[in-house]
Structures are given as C-alpha cells and as structure tokens.
C-alpha cells in the first residue's frame, strides 16, 4: 500500500480518539459481555480484560500523545559521500506489516495499533478468544476513523483465529507479515516463536528482582517492594523475587516487617530454607520457582552473600525486564547497573516505572526483553527499520 503522509496519519488518530470518546459507554457495555463469558480463575486476565473509563481515558490520551509526537518515517540517521561522488543517506523506514497477536487487553486494540499505525505500518491484529467482542468493537472503529478520512480500511485488519488457524497462519502467512509482536503470557511467546517464519520480538515477561543490599535504606526498600508486588499484580514490571543480603543489619526485625505487610496484602510468601523459618513464609519445593513470573500476589524471598551472587542469581533466573538494587553506596549501584543483564535497571526505585509512559516514550507497543531490534519499552520512534538511499551519476564499481 502506498505510504501516508503525516498529516493524513494524524487526521485517522484524532478521528480515533473522537469516536472512543463518543462511543465509551458501548465499549464499556461490549466489555461487559466479555467479562461476563470469562469463566478463568487468572487474576491478572481479568484485570487485563477489564475495561472501565479509566481504561478509555488512557486509550484516548495515548492516541492524543501519538499525535504530539513527531513522525517516526524518514528521519535521516546517517549520511556520507563516497570519493566517487556517490551521496549515501540511511534513514528510517516502516516494517511493512505488523502482526500484534495478545491475549486479553482491549487497550492493545488501541494504543499498540496506534503505534504500529503512525509508524506507517499495516497492522494485523489477532487478539484472544476471551475479549473477542471488545476487539471487534474497537477495530470497527478504527475501520471508520479510516474511512472518514478516506483512506483503506486494509490498514487495520482483525484475525478471528482459533488456535489452529493462528498456528497454521504462523507457518504460512496468507499475506505478507514483516514482523510480529506478542503481547502476553509466556505460553503465547513461547507459541509465536515455535512457528512463526518472520522475526519476532519478545516482550511481556517480567520475573523481576529487587536486591536488597548492606547498605540499604530500609524504609525506601520496604516501599519499593510493597509497590513492585501490590500495586498490579496483572503487569509485567510487577516484582516476584526480592533478595536479601545476609550481612544485612538488624535483618531479622526489618524481613518480619516486610513479611507482615506482604501477609497484609495477602500476598502468599515463600522463601529459601533460611527465610522459610520464619513466620507465614512456605519453603520454595523446587529451584525452578525462581524462574517463574507469577501474575499472582505471590513472592519469593532469598538470601545471597553478597552483590556479586545477587547479580549471578538475577541473570540465571530473572526475565531480562527490570531489576532493582536497594543501597546508598552509588559505587556499588552502578556495579549491579552494569552488571545485571536486564533491560531496565533502578537504584532505590520501583520496576513499576518500566512503562513506555512513564519512561516518556507515550503509549508503548510492547516492552522487549530481546536485544534485537531494540530492548525495554518501545515506543513510536523504535517501531522503524532503516533503509539506504543512494544517489549516483552513472558510477560503477
């Protein structure tokens, strides 16, 4: 398809914002009819399926950002004129095409579209089975955002898969897909990497960690772990695991502390053989909970001798997302910083921050674990490739 201009990208997206605003209360009625099919026990599902004016408001105010920002397409990256008088420029270019496929979150349907869409992609959309109706509704409003402003509703397409139709559309696309986006748990990451034929990148798990170290502030550790684990359980920068310097002082006091407000949360706590005495923690049955990511008000808690074990423990297990050191010895900060193999690292500060808005990207497309083609939150500026232009007169090699 022809590519847009800025303008005609920015008319669909206020045309978009207008029509959720004027059609709230349908979407809200739509979702309604979803949740009530849902029949899961998922805490984190639910909360993801969920759409309220809170939810509509953030829909709205992404597309509104979308709009602020600055075209992502042809911006000039790199340029050099060859001896032979060749003019090179390298500038970034859309995908082409982007598969989005998530399970529950109706606001994907929005704002990952509106990225993949500003971006000057095509955007394919293939949500799950269990907010099917929401989706519907919202692609058929970008399906008239478009055709008010007279562009092709082929720029936003929904795939009504099941299961077996998804994976046979993985192993062999109807239609050109340049790259896919999936947007959930790991079993539907692990899904689209075992049969998808284009690049894919990874986002969505989380599994994070906060070491608290000797030199800590108790009260900063103990508010950075109760917003990391409470405060959402159904997002992926939400904390699982916290470790604890054994050489910590008054230790004792200060992890019955923690363990008396996570009780208090009801978070469900369990811990290594040390931790596992003490009071209202359950002994981990297996190391292979350290690899877990919970959705769940549900933590684990360790000891580690020292910075460099917590580090080595981070990067067997964690997810690759965000990790949090505890301490006010900046030298020691800055070697866990560097030494953690995550996308986000913090000193004395929550992973709740690991957002697209709240790293002031906007709305965010998904937040990659991988390193290729970019990693962390990605926003409308990442969602790009690049492409060469070469100007000659006639040179040959």
């Excluded at 808690?301 to 505890?326: D, P």
Aim: charge should be negative; aromatic fraction near 8%; proline fraction near 2%.
């Amino acid at each position: 398809m022809k590519g847009l201009t800025l303008i005609e990208k920015n008319n669909v997206l206020k045309s978009m914002a207008q029509l959720i605003a004027s059609e709230k209360e349908v979407i809200i009625d739509v979702n309604k009819l979803d949740i009530s099919n849902y029949n899961g026990n998922d805490l984190a599902m639910y909360d993801r399926l969920k759409v309220d004016e809170t939810k509509i408001d953030g829909m709205i105010l992404s597309l509104e950002q979308l709009i602020a920002d600055v075209d992502p397409v042809g911006k000039e990256l790199y340029n050099f004129t060859h001896e032979n008088g060749l003019k090179m420029t390298n500038k970034t270019a859309p995908f082409g095409s982007v598969l989005i496929i998530y399970e529950s979150r109706p606001d994907v349907t929005v704002e990952a579209a509106g990225i993949a869409f500003k971006s000057g992609n095509k955007i394919v959309l293939k949500g799950g089975k269990e907010s099917l109706n929401s989706n519907i509704k919202i692609v058929e409003l970008w399906h008239r955002a478009l055709q008010e402003n007279n562009i092709s509703t082929n720029w936003v397409e929904y795939l009504n898969y099941n299961r077996t139709e998804t994976q046979a559309f993985l192993q062999n696309p109807t239609q050109k897909i340049d790259l896919i986006v999936p947007r959930g748990g790991e079993k539907l990451i692990a899904f689209v990497k075992q049969y998808a034929t284009c690049p894919v990148i990874v986002s969505g798990r989380g599994n994070n960690f906060i070491y608290v170290d000797t030199e800590a502030d108790l009260d900063i550790a103990l508010s950075v772990i109760l917003n990391g684990k409470t405060t959402k359980i159904s997002a992926c920068n939400a904390v699982d695991k916290i470790l604890f310097n054994y050489n910590l002082l008054n230790k004792e006091v200060f992890i019955k502390k923690i363990i008396q407000k996570l009780v208090e949360a009801n978070v469900e706590i369990l811990g290594d053989e040390p931790l596992s005495k003490f009071e209202n923690v359950a002994a981990i049955n297996s190391q292979k909970i350290w690899f877990e990511e919970f959705l769940d008000y549900k933590i684990v808690l360790g000891f580690v001798q020292n910075l460099e074990e917590a580090v080595s423990k981070i990067n067997k297990y964690s997810g690759g997302h965000s990790a949090v050191i505890i301490t006010n010895n900046n030298n020691s900060a800055q070697n866990f910083m560097e030494a953690v193999d995550s996308a986000a690292v913090y000193q004395n500060a929550s992973t709740r921050f690991t957002d697209g808005g709240q790293f002031g990207l906007g709305g965010e497309l998904a937040i990659s674990t991988d390193k290729l083609h970019h990693r962390g939150p990605m926003g409308l500026q990442h969602l790009v490739t690049n492409k060469w232009y070469v100007y000659g007169n006639g040179q040959i090699r």
